[in-house]
């Protein structure tokens, strides 16, 4: 089924609007073209976190509803799955993103890159139950001022965790430069063994903090 990217139809309910409804991922036969680029790191991270969704034996498979029977084939490449029958639905600020349960098939064999919206959405949002969407989804006031209480918890620990390590990086990178300094000291700048020790050290820092 073909919802595009950004549309407040659900594929449950698709034939009625709600404001609050991101839909994505939903690709029907063919991928969208889009003019912003992930690194294959975030594309692997990505469909490592929603392959757990689809794994009976992952405690994140609870965030997978509405199953229906048989499998759910892909239009594109016609494979099947049982397991992607369903969808997953993140709550961040005043939406509720919605995609199928098998999207990391999309982003993975298909090379499918989920809108920046959506992005930002993983990183900061929360994972609904389905139990906690249709309390959501019954304009239960109380339910959702705890959820919004609980999403606004999970935001600052995730901006927390992010200002630590940004520190422990600048700190790092000032214990670099300090080694690089002792060798500028100790060693005379046109030696040639100094300078592959300084070109060992630079490539070897980049590769694990620049990526």
Request: hydrophobic fraction near 30%; glycine fraction near 4%.
């Amino acid at each position: 089924m073909y919802i595009s990217d950004g549309s407040t139809k659900d594929y449950d309910d698709n034939e009625h609007k709600r404001s609050c409804i991101y839909s994505w991922g939903w690709l029907g036969d063919s991928v969208p073209l889009t003019l912003h680029y992930i690194t294959p790191d975030i594309r692997k991270a990505l469909v490592d976190q929603f392959k757990q969704f689809v794994d009976p034996k992952s405690p994140n498979y609870k965030y997978v509803m509405q199953h229906y029977m048989g499998h759910h084939t892909c239009q594109i490449c016609e494979k099947q799955d049982y397991y992607w029958n369903g969808s997953i639905r993140i709550l961040n600020e005043d939406r509720i993103y919605v995609c199928p349960a098998g999207v990391s098939h999309y982003i993975e064999e298909h090379r499918y890159t989920p809108p920046r919206q959506v992005l930002k959405a993983i990183k900061n949002g929360i994972f609904l139950t389905e139990k906690e969407w249709q309390n959501f989804n019954k304009n239960d006031e109380k339910y959702q001022g705890e959820l919004t209480k609980r999403h606004a918890s999970y935001t600052r620990r995730m901006e927390k965790e992010r200002i630590l390590e940004e520190r422990e990086n600048a700190e790092a990178k000032k214990r670099a430069q300090s080694k690089l300094d002792r060798i500028n000291r100790h060693m005379n700048s046109g030696d040639e063994f100094a300078k592959a020790i300084k070109k060992s050290f630079l490539v070897a820092w980049e590769e694990k903090h620049d990526r």
